[in-house]
Nanobody
């Protein structure tokens, strides 16, 4: 059974940085991990994903050049480094797992992701 636990959220000023962590257990070797976010009154949206076996990385247009996803296979951790944060980045951030085909460099199959963690709140405010 896949279990995911997010951490690292907090309150940050515009232009600041945060690093989120997703601790994973029960994953298959070739599973992908994705970061999603949900702001109040909005639907959950994909932010980034990384496949385990072939290192495909996907970024939503809204975060390209500011966010970077990485993984530590030895520790079963996936990180989301968030730089140059904007007010619009305020949301609860979740990580989810999916088969590796769900994460490609140019596209993410959002519906394939599941096993959501509890989420971590990111608030960007001055």
């Amino acid at each position: 059974q896949v279990q995911l636990v997010e951490s690292g959220g907090g309150l940050v000023q515009p232009g600041g940085s945060l690093r989120l962590s997703c601790a994973a257990s029960g994953l298959r070797l070739d599973d992908a991990i994705g970061w999603f976010r949900q702001a109040p009154g909005k639907e959950r949206e994909a932010v980034s994903c990384i496949s385990s076996s072939d290192n495909n990385r996907y970024y939503a247009d809204s975060v390209k050049g500011r966010f970077r996803i990485s993984k530590d296979n030895a520790e079963n951790l996936v990180y989301l480094q968030m730089n140059a944060l904007k007010l619009d980045d305020t949301a609860v951030y979740y990580c989810g797992a999916a088969p590796k085909w769900a994460c490609r460099s140019l596209a993410i199959s959002t519906g394939a992701f599941g096993s959501w963690g509890q989420g971590t709140q990111v608030t960007v405010s001055s």
